[in-house]
């Protein structure tokens, strides 16, 4: 079956188009990010709109690239949550029309489960099962994956997930938007011996996490020695703080995902989400497995933000398991990766 999938659950338009038999034929995506940076984060109604005016030249640039006509496209998977509301109603109704058009079933997709099963577009996949770390601007968890379906919760974020606290970090220093790849770029400068930050709840049992604490850590930091200083010392002082801030959730994430390790007794670590693609994050968690002997996981860089490619290849799954939805369609801004079934 060839699959259309489409995500629009934020700030990115993805479009894609994944085979059973050859795998991603095509994929496009299109970012928002700077039509948001003059805000310091997404504005809900100027995302709708845009992905309104650009999933259909999307849809067509994807099938031209992959060489194809509405007519080859078996089945539409599009994201129906988690996310923004009006986001994930322009592209449910976009593919639900289409469906219609073409006469071809279509497909709910969860955002996060697309994000878990990224890595299965890569040439060398985890085999299941895998205990899968999902980090991204609005979810933080860790689950043990028995197969596509087959989730366990082990645990998630209290509060601010990973993503969200380096953006509204990044906001506070004034490193600019999207806030994760800006506080990586100043902690490439940063002193590691300057500050030292808490390792949030990693003093106690359990893999549940909280990242609120260390933003407001950040900026209590900042107040206290940012008085009198010049310039050029305000920005090594702004380096350095996301350089400890950095250090503390890449600790953080590291320790959480090594005690899952142990608890479940899986020797393969899954990565996704836009956090992922912090360089310095898979550093730690490739010598945290070497360690404990395993391996770990990551989609590429292209796919560990918001993108088609994963809508495509989980709605494919769901797809050819017989699954389908009817004519009216849904947002779901919240919805639990634990609601889901095995397809």
């Known amino acids: 079956m060839t699959v259309?999938?489409?995500?629009?659950?934020?700030?990115?338009?993805?479009?894609?188009?994944?085979?059973?038999?050859?795998?991603?034929?095509?994929?496009?995506?299109?970012?928002?990010?700077?039509?948001?940076?003059?805000?310091?984060?997404v504005v809900p109604e100027l995302a709708s709109r845009d992905h309104v005016r650009k999933l259909v030249p999307l849809i067509r640039?994807?099938?031209?690239?992959?060489?194809?006509?509405?007519?080859?496209?078996?089945?539409?998977?599009?994201?129906?949550?988690p996310g923004l509301a009006g986001?994930?109603?322009?592209g449910a109704a976009v593919a639900r029309s289409l469906a219609w058009t073409w006469q071809v079933p279509a497909v709910e997709v969860h955002h996060m489960e697309g994000?878990?099963?990224?890595?299965?577009?890569?040439?060398?996949?985890?085999?299941?099962?895998?205990?899968?770390?999902?980090?991204?601007?609005?979810?933080?968890?860790?689950?043990?994956?028995?197969?596509?379906?087959n989730y366990e919760l082990l645990g998630e974020s209290l509060d601010d997930a990973?993503?969200?606290?380096?953006?509204?970090?990044?906001?506070?220093?004034?490193?600019?938007?999207?806030g994760g790849p800006a506080v990586a770029a100043r902690a490439a400068s940063g002193d590691p011996a300057r500050f030292t930050f808490p390792r949030p709840m990693t003093d106690r049992p359990g893999l549940d996490f909280s990242f609120s604490g260390l933003k407001t850590y950040a900026l209590t930091t900042m107040q206290r020695e940012s008085a009198?200083?010049?310039?050029?010392?305000?920005?090594?002082?702004?380096?350095?703080?996301?350089?400890?801030?950095?250090?503390?959730?890449?600790?953080?994430?590291?320790?959480?995902?090594?005690?899952?390790i142990r608890e479940s007794g899986v020797k393969t670590l899954v990565l996704a989400g836009g956090?992922?693609?912090?360089?310095?994050?898979?550093?730690k968690m490739n010598q945290m497995m070497s360690a404990e002997g395993g391996n770990a996981f990551y989609p590429r860089l292209d796919f560990c933000t918001d993108n088609g490619a994963m809508i495509a290849y989980a709605g494919w799954q769901r797809l050819r398991a017989g699954e389908s939805v009817g004519l009216a369609f849904q947002a779901r801004p919240r919805w639990s990766l634990m609601e889901l079934h095995v397809p």
């Open 4 to 41: 259309l999938g489409i995500e629009t659950s934020c700030d990115e338009t993805g479009v894609a188009i994944y085979t059973g038999r050859d795998g991603l034929l095509a994929h496009q995506l299109y970012s928002q990010v700077e039509l948001h940076a003059e805000y310091g984060g």
């Open 228 to 260: 009198g200083l010049r310039e050029d010392q305000l920005e090594t002082l702004k380096n350095d703080i996301a350089r400890a801030f950095e250090d503390a959730v890449v600790d953080t994430l590291t320790i959480k995902c090594r005690r899952a």
């Open 162 to 178: 990973a993503g969200e606290a380096f953006d509204k970090t990044a906001k506070m220093l004034g490193l600019g938007y999207p």
């Open 275 to 283: 956090v992922a693609a912090n360089q310095h994050l898979r550093e």
């Open 61 to 81: 640039a994807t099938l031209g690239q992959a060489g194809l006509k509405g007519a080859d496209i078996g089945g539409i998977a599009y994201t129906a949550g």
């Open 87 to 90: 986001a994930l109603l322009s």
């Open 115 to 149: 994000h878990l099963l990224a890595p299965m577009l890569e040439e060398e996949p985890p085999e299941f099962p895998f205990v899968a770390l999902l980090v991204s601007g609005g979810h933080t968890l860790l689950v043990r994956v028995e197969g596509v379906g």
